[in-house]
Structure formats: structure tokens, C-alpha cells
């Protein structure tokens, strides 16, 4: 009762907007309660190399671009850990974009436990409710080889109180082979998994399968946040052509992250997550 007295809250300092569906209270949400939110670890603790001069810091993000990313905690073993994900456009109309190494753990390892999906998470409070997977998918070559290049993953969320998560908070675009100069907008959690940061830039070309970004301050909670490019601030919609993650899991320093490329496999890989989704709710 307590956290669903905090949900109740959040949600009054949420963006104008549909109500945010009740805390079922069941499964991976009833598991994360306050303190496991407040306790959780970016997945990846980066060692991160003294990197200066290169593009600019981060901002905290105190407006609604960030309504469509969310905090996604997992469970590796007992430690509870956070990455980023955000909705992304599809028929169903309850899917996320997010990096690979996030959901799944590589050559083998398995998909993480205990995922859920926090959208604008803030300082343990979940104003639009804590959302669970129905399925996850990564390609077959991250699973076999933890191909850097592929470095990204779906997850299809289950209906919450009888909503699709795009009804309630809309989703961007996602576009493939979108060149390697785009001006993007990147949003994700810090290390700290408080609030979460953006930052807008020109992204370049490390080579053939990844993308380039330089921003100081997105640290290893960042893994996974999309890069969003023509951004309309009058819908909050974009198109997505990169999420943190690929080389070095998204890279070793918090100034220079780096994108798979959104190959023809990517788009096939988010076909199938289509396929996967349930015919979207009335």
C-alpha cells in the first residue's frame, strides 16, 4: 500500500496527460518495491578512460522529452541493476527499443530476470506505472557471439489495466540504414538512475556497424537510450537511429557513446518483435 500511495504522487507531478494505470502488484512489479529501485546499480560500471574537451555536458532533462524513456531494471543474479529503454512505434502498440546487453547477457549467458519498464522515472517514483514483458528478443548472433554490431533488443510489455503503453504515452519512429550524420537527441539514467539526462548532438561514423556520439555525463545506465533525431516539440515525436550500446557496450569513457548501426538485421529482428505482439488492445 505504501508504494501504491507513492505511485499516486508521482503521478500528480506527471505531465498533463492520460491517468497512468493502477500498480497491479504482481509478478516483477510487486518485486520492485522502493528501496530495490533506489538500491539499483547501472548494469555496466564502466572504467571509464579521462577523456576531456569533447562535445558538451549533459543536461538534466526537467521537461516531457523524456516521457517516452524510462529506467529499466533488471536482475542479474541477486544484484539489481538499471539500464534505459523507450517506446518505439509498432502495430501492437507496446514495444521498447533498448540495447541488448541489457536484456540479455551474451554468448549464452540468458535473458536477465525480473525486467520491468518505468517510463520517466524519477528518485523511486514510477508516475506511469511499472510495466512488465510479455516477450524479449535479441538477435541470434548476440546470443551466440555477443556481436557488437547487434547490439540491440526488443521487449513487447504485456497490456497494463487494459492499456498498450503507446496509447498512453506515444512512441517515436524507428528508422533503419539512416546514414551516420544525424543531429540527435540522446535521453537516459546516469549512474545515479535519479532522473534522467539529455543531450543533442551530430552523430559520426567509427565504422561500417557503429555510430558515434560525443556528450560528456552518460555513464552506464545510459546503455540503451535512444537516439532520436527530428524531434517535433509540438507531438514530443521523433525518430530513433541509435541506442547506446554496440562497441564496448556503448563505450569506456561518459563523453563518447557509441550505436549498432540499424542494419537490414536490426529491421529484421524488429519485424519479428512485431510478430510477437498481441493484436493491440480495444
Given at each position: 500500500m505504501a508504494l501504491m500511495a507513492l505511485l499516486l504522487v508521482g503521478a500528480c507531478s506527471a505531465a498533463p496527460g492520460p491517468a497512468p494505470p493502477q500498480l497491479l502488484g504482481r509478478g516483477p512489479a510487486k518485486f520492485w518495491n522502493r528501496s530495490r529501485l533506489l538500491r539499483a546499480l547501472p548494469l555496466r560500471s564502466r572504467t571509464y578512460r579521462a577523456q576531456s574537451g569533447l562535445g558538451q555536458p549533459a543536461q538534466a532533462d526537467e521537461n516531457q522529452l523524456s516521457v517516452r524513456v524510462g529506467a529499466l531494471f533488471v536482475q542479474v543474479g541477486?544484484?539489481?541493476?538499471?539500464?534505459?529503454?523507450?517506446?518505439?512505434?509498432?502495430?501492437?502498440?507496446?514495444?521498447?527499443?533498448?540495447?541488448?546487453?541489457c536484456i540479455y547477457g551474451g554468448s549464452g549467458v540468458g535473458y536477465r530476470k525480473n525486467i520491468v519498464f518505468i517510463p520517466d522515472y524519477r528518485e523511486g517514483l514510477a508516475p506511469y506505472g511499472i510495466w512488465t514483458p510479455r516477450d524479449l528478443l535479441v538477435a541470434p548472433q548476440w546470443i551466440s557471439d555477443s556481436d557488437p554490431s547487434l547490439d540491440v533488443g526488443f521487449v513487447v510489455l504485456k497490456p497494463y489495466d487494459g492499456q498498450n503503453i503507446e496509447d498512453i504515452l506515444g512512441a517515436n519512429r524507428l528508422s533503419f540504414n539512416p546514414g551516420y550524420r544525424n543531429l540527435v537527441r540522446v535521453t537516459g539514467y546516469p549512474a545515479s538512475g535519479d532522473a534522467p539526462i539529455t543531450c543533442r548532438n551530430w552523430t559520426s561514423e567509427l565504422n561500417i556497424t557503429q555510430l558515434r556520439f560525443e556528450c560528456d555525463g552518460f555513464t552506464g545506465g545510459t546503455s540503451g537510450s535512444p537516439w532520436v533525431t527530428q524531434f517535433d516539440r509540438a507531438t514530443r515525436t521523433g525518430t530513433i537511429v541509435g541506442v547506446i550500446g554496440g562497441?564496448?557496450?556503448?563505450?569506456?569513457?561518459?563523453?563518447?557513446?557509441?550505436?549498432?548501426?540499424l542494419s537490414p538485421t536490426v529491421e529484421h529482428l524488429y519485424q519479428q518483435a512485431i510478430a510477437a505482439e498481441a493484436p493491440p488492445t480495444a
Open positions: 541477486s544484484a539489481d541493476h538499471f539500464c534505459t529503454a523507450s517506446v518505439v512505434d509498432s502495430p501492437g502498440r507496446d514495444l521498447l527499443i533498448t540495447a541488448a546487453h562497441y564496448q557496450q556503448g563505450g569506456d569513457t561518459s563523453a563518447v557513446s557509441y550505436s549498432s548501426y
